[in-house]
């Protein structure tokens, strides 16, 4: 079966034409949670009482508990809609009856009545499964990959996903945004997950209280970064000032910048300014750049911790003394 975005299973709700069984995975729950709920679009409103079942499996943590609940989600699937065209099971919390911890003769049987029923699904009825990422080397991953649609929660493909990702976050934490503030966190995030997640997270705490958000709420947040000259933390390294350095460092990791992006700035920085201005210090730079880099990688500490001593390193001593030579 496809894999598919978030957007693109949407369009599919959005159009009736959608397929039996749906896996939705990753690490991004409030995402899993909001597409999840939006499946019960396929049922009229009055009619999702009789047609819209939600299965919590979280607490099938032994064998005769999972050959209950298995017993009950094929029940679920398999009963006709009522008035209605389609019916939806949602099973939420499906990392237990997907991938259960412990072995035993009860929960062989019940992965084996549910492998049966993933075989042959009921035309009428759509099947979702959230979960968190499975062990793509376990059983039901692999029959999953073969009879559902997996979609990736926590992707962003475009500015539209992007405003959707804020307004279901924002809604999440029990408030409302406007259109034009949660456009304008869209535009200055775009598809950096990460970044979305920092802005909307600066701006839940700057409006907490508040029920709804406007766009002057946004712009106190991220004005000021979003004017930020990227390369100000170069430049003022360049001219040896560790303190403004610092300063814009902290702008562009508050702004959402990855630890990696930034990096790889300042190793631009040692390997096309260094050899010129400050000859003399160039095995020491790079010295440390290969070890804040190690570091990064390895986990080693705090990566904001990790690129401030790399900038007090290269603002500091004979670094800043030979710039001011050269200049």
Known sequence: MPVATPHAVRKQIKSGQVE????????????????????????????????????????LTTGDKLADGVASLIAAVRTLPMMSPRRVVIVLQADPLLAPKRESEAATRALDDLETMLKRPEPQTTLV????????????????????????????????DAERWVRTRIAG???????????????RGGTDVKRLRGDVERLLLYA???????????????????????????????????????????????????????????????????????????????EALFRTDLALKRSAGDPRVLLERLVVELCAGKRARGFAQQR
């Not at 934490?173 to 535009?187: F, K, S, T, V």
């Open 173 to 187: 934490a029990g408030a409302e945004i406007d259109p034009p503030a949660a456009r304008l966190l869209a535009e």
């Open 20 to 59: 039996p069984i749906y896996f939705l995975q990753g690490e991004d729950d409030v995402e899993k949670s909001a597409l999840a709920g939006e499946f019960a679009e396929l049922v009229e409103e009055g009619l999702r009482a009789f047609n819209v079942e939600r299965i919590h499996a979280g607490d």
């Open 208 to 286: 907490l209280g508040q029920k709804s958000i406007t766009i002057e709420d946004v712009r106190q947040i991220v004005g000021a970064a979003a004017l930020q000259d990227d390369w100000a933390m170069a430049n003022a390294i360049e001219a040896g000032q560790g303190g403004e350095a610092l300063r814009q460092l902290a702008l562009m990791l508050e702004a959402g910048a990855p630890p990696e992006k930034i990096l790889g700035q300042l190793g631009w920085l040692v390997r096309s300014k260094f050899p010129a201005v400050a000859p003399a210090v160039l095995p020491a730079a790079v």
């Open 129 to 160: 499964f959230v979960a968190g990422p499975l062990d793509k080397r376990s059983r039901m991953y692999k029959l999953l990959v073969k009879r559902a649609t997996l979609v990736e929660c926590g992707l962003i493909e475009d500015r539209a």
